[in-house]
């Protein structure tokens, strides 16, 4: 009798520690926050789409640099969003104050993808972002 309790005991112990490092384990790995060091800023945009992006660029620079977000008619046809200030959480940039802008025009009302560019309001230092914010380019 004493055994099969023994033996009841043991297995119960090995599940109880089992599932504790199941329940505590994930915790210990999974991140938060993202560090700004994950994100990289280069000095010049030689990929294929920072035409696009410069275009971008000179359309904004047309309608004045609008601060609000909202749609805008588009020089180019359809309209384009601005999502009003960014505001650099991460320190990725500069310090400075920044607009984002989306690169590609569409319907008004569809759906926003990932490609930006952030102009610093002051200078009008800009950055191509084609992921959303991880990787900048200064055009």
Known sequence: MISRIGRF??????????SGTA???PAIVA????????AAVYSTCTISRCSAARTAFTGWQSL???TSAGWYSW???NYNYTGGT??????????????????????????RDAYRIVVN???RVAYFTPDHYVTFYRL
């Open 9 to 18: 005991l043991a297995g119960l112990a090995l599940v109880v520690g089992l």
């Open 23 to 25: 329940l505590v384990a």
């Open 31 to 38: 991140p938060t926050t993202t560090d700004a060091a994950q």
């Open 64 to 66: 004045g640099w609008p």
């Open 75 to 77: 020089p180019y046809g």
């Open 86 to 111: 960014f505001y650099n959480r991460e320190g990725q940039l500069p310090s400075a104050t920044y607009s984002e802008y989306d690169v590609y025009s569409r319907a008004r009302g569809a759906a």
């Open 121 to 123: 309001r002051s200078t």
